[in-house]
């Protein structure tokens, strides 16, 4: 049998466990298994669900918060209502969400955010890859803003260029950063997670007075490659290109 044939069906085995116990996604079973390794959400924390549609994630933070908890599920896509979690319509990228977020969390600290962010994907690796990159910085960034010192952070990242820097990134702001692909991903799949865990009070020095787009921007220079406006078929705002030395000079 074909490995494509064995990784469709194991794809299609963890979908029909998902349905089956009420999961709106196969995806749910990555954050079960992240959060069965590392603990990240404890009883009683506030969490960041951020690209929260249609709510696999949300549910299973839900679940593990409690109803001491509070939940927060934020996409650029409407989601449907999940039980125990607030849900925004909005772009984490943008001020407004922020601002809409810290209203629904009034006088409380977020414990975690994690983030399973996918941008609209153009079928090209290395655009999709880079791109996916660029908003996971975006999203470390957007969660320095409410994650307390202790506190964790979750994100997905697709191996390739220019991963360092976020992992650097991340480094530089919590005491534990791992990576870990969860089964319920694809067995192909380059997709894997950055598990950031226990927040330090202040970045080590490396990252201090930067943010972490800033040092992933550093880190890309030193490889030669260039973020530039307008990538002409993609619908992201900002996208990356890798340039030949010579185009450098
Ligand atoms: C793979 S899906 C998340 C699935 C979710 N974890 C679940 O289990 O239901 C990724 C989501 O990221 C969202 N997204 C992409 N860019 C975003 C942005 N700038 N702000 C908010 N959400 C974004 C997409 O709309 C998409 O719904």
Same mark, same amino acid.
């Given at each position: ?121 153009? /079928?090209?690796?290395? &655009? ?9 910085? $975006? !999203?470390?960034? %957007? *969660?320095?803003? =409410?994650?307390?010192?202790? /506190?964790?952070?979750? &994100? ?9 820097? $976020? !992992?650097?990134? %991340? *480094?530089?702001? =919590? ?7 969860? &089964? ?9 997670? $950055? ?55």
């Amino acid at each position: 049998m074909s490995k494509r044939w064995y990784q469709d069906n194991r794809r299609d085995a963890w979908r029909r466990i998902a349905r089956s116990k009420g999961y709106r996604t196969r995806s749910a079973y990555k954050l079960k298994q992240i959060q069965e390794r590392f603990g990240i959400i404890r009883p009683g924390d506030a969490v960041l669900d951020v690209g929260c549609h249609p709510g696999g994630w949300a549910q299973v933070a839900a679940e593990e918060v409690g109803n001491e908890g509070l939940v927060i599920g934020v996409d650029l896509l409407a989601t449907s209502p999940v039980e125990g979690a607030s849900i925004i319509i909005g772009d984490i990228t943008e001020e407004g969400t922020i601002t809409r977020i810290r209203e629904i969390l009034g006088e409380r600290e977020l414990n975690v955010v994690v983030s399973d962010i996918s941008p609209n994907l153009t /079928g090209r690796y290395d &655009t999709d890859q880079t791109i996916s990159l660029e908003l996971s910085t $975006l !999203v470390l960034d %957007a *969660a320095m803003g =409410f994650i307390p010192p202790g /506190g964790g952070f979750v &994100t997905k990242i697709f191996q390739g260029t220019g991963i360092e820097g $976020l !992992v650097n990134a %991340a *480094a530089d702001r =919590f005491s534990n950063v791992q990576r870990y692909s969860p &089964t319920a991903s694809r067995s192909a799949s380059s997709e894997t997670y $950055l598990i950031c865990q226990n927040r330090l009070p202040q970045p080590r020095t490396r990252g201090r007075g930067k943010s972490a787009m800033e040092q992933l921007q550093e880190h890309l220079s030193e490889l030669g490659v260039v973020i530039e406006q307008d990538v002409d078929d993609s619908k992201a705002k900002v996208g990356f290109r890798r340039i030949a030395k010579r185009e450098e000079e």
